[in-house]
């Protein structure tokens, strides 16, 4: 899994952008290099890799996964290049009045993937992750730490694929498929992790932050999710789904110090951890 094959990067031209990473794609073959920002550790993106050929080969809709890469500065990996593919955002960047049909097919294709039993030797539970988060170092305030700790020993999780990143940006279309991407933090256990992290994706990026990465705006990302929540749950009923949200703000929030981590490389501000603490003791 170490054989780290150097690529000429000027073969490649680039294709996007986020918050952590760079793709490219190949000038001549149906290819496509993401390469991890400078200062992330070689480990993050070979994790990613062996999580992408457990996920394709457990049957997963994703792109195929080919090879580990580097430009001699940053390492990442090479995939398979869906021609004509567009993001689940960009379809409703480009043509607005979809927003519903795309929301209601999100939570088909989320639905599915929360139903599919995970390869539990190959990728880890996320409740494990996290609890090793937080017993390595005090990222958080203690409060915080006893609380999310508290919360992971008392939940019993499935063994069912859990995405990590689950948001409209994430999975992408070509007209006939419908694939998964950016799975690094790919896990199993319950749905829940992501529709927490929707929440706070559709929720609290403001303007600038949304256009930057989803090319959408804060008012369509939480339109979004007032289309999404009901499809996915099969009900409009606002009892229902205000438990099920003070639900899943639980996991949110013992899950976001760790995603706040792996892009800031630093402490979850005290304030913020406060708050998430009523999140907890609201939905445990």
């Known amino acids: 899994m170490r054989n780290i094959e150097t ?16 793709t490219y794609k190949h000038n001549h073959r149906n290819s496509l290099v993401k390469l991890y920002n400078p200062g ?32 001699g500065e940053r390492i990442g990996a090479e995939y398979e290049f869906v ?17 519903q049909e795309i929301s209601e ?19 880890p ?11 390595s170092k005090d990222y958080v305030i203690p409060e915080h730490k006893q609380r999310a700790l508290e919360f992971l020993d008392s939940i019993q999780e499935p063994d069912t694929c ?4 689950f948001h409209m940006g994430n999975i992408i279309t070509d007209g006939k498929r419908t694939l998964w991407i950016d799975i690094g933090q790919f896990g199993y256990g319950a749905p829940e992790w992501d529709l927490g992290w929707l929440w706070t ?11 930057f990465l ?34 899943i703000l639980a996991y949110y929030a013992v899950r976001v110090p760790y995603m706040f981590h792996l892009t800031a490389k630093d402490k979850f501000p005290e304030e913020g951890s406060r708050r998430l603490i009523k999140f907890i003791e609201a939905g445990a």
């Open 105 to 123: 097919a999100f939570a088909s294709a989320g639905k599915k993937l929360h139903a599919t039993h995970a390869d539990t030797r190959r990728i």
């Open 125 to 135: 539970a996320i409740k494990d992750v996290l609890r090793s988060f937080y017993l």
């Open 201 to 211: 994706m559709t929720h609290s990026l403001g303007d600038k932050r949304a256009d």
């Open 214 to 247: 989803l090319h959408l705006s804060q008012n369509t990302l939480t339109a979004f999710w007032d289309a999404f929540i009901p499809a996915y749950l099969g009900t409009s009923d606002s009892d229902v789904i205000g438990n099920y949200t003070r639900k």
């Open 40 to 71: 992330f550790e070689a480990e993050m993106a070979v994790a990613e890799f062996s999580v992408s050929k457990a996920v394709y080969d457990m049957g997963v809709p994703t792109p195929q996964p080919f090879r580990l890469v580097t430009d």
């Open 83 to 99: 021609v004509g593919k567009r993001s689940f955002a960009r379809v409703i960047s480009d043509e607005a009045w979809r927003l």
């Open 7 to 22: 690529i000429d990067i000027s073969e490649y031209s680039p294709s996007g952008e986020g918050g952590t990473a760079l």
């Open 162 to 165: 859990v995405h990590g990143d």
